[in-house]
């Protein structure tokens, strides 16, 4: 997830494709590429999901966008994912709608290595029910004082072990966490 220094995901409503405070350049998003391509599936929310294909689906072969872009929207069309939503009942790019977030947890039998999961109120969700193993935040070093925050409504309080972090340009900060088992 792409999150504000203060752990926020948008500023304003409808941000969900990424504000203008988001620093993202092509360091940045190489490294996005390379660790979806190790995933073996994704899970999205709704909102995620929907600015994504709104997007990545024609920036596959868009020759006019920088190859890092364009090999973003060949991994993303080529992945499974699996859409948590109640309203839609289809979507294209080898995309599988589920009604519940309980649905997700039979996912981690079906896949070998990494699922990622995009969506704040998906990652809340699955927090909160125990089923998450790590948390990625890429932290741009911007203070929104409003907006979004990363997880909604959570209030229990969850230790984490970072096992990773990295630095890139544009003072974009990576962390990667495991998420302390209760």
Known sequence: MNVSADLRIEHAA??????????IGEGLHR????????????????VIHETMESFWPAARDDES????LREYGRIWTS???????????????DTRVLDSIEAV???????DGDIGVGGAGVATQ?????????????????ILGSGRPLFDDHDIPIELD????????????????AVRKR
């Open 14 to 23: 409808g941000e969900e494709g990424g504000g203008e405070w988001m620093r």
């Open 31 to 46: 490294e996005f590429n390379k660790r979806a391509a190790r995933l073996s599936a994704m899970v999205e929310g709704r």
């Open 65 to 68: 966008l920088p190859d890092f």
């Open 79 to 93: 992945k499974p994912k699996f859409l948590v939503s109640r309203t839609r009942t289809s979507a294209p790019h």
């Open 105 to 111: 947890a039979s996912l981690r039998d079906q896949f």
């Open 126 to 142: 699955l927090l909160t029910a125990g089923q998450l193993d790590e948390l990625l935040l890429f932290t741009h070093p911007v």
């Open 162 to 177: 970072l096992l990773e972090h990295e630095r890139f340009d544009e003072g974009v900060t990576m962390h990667r966490y």
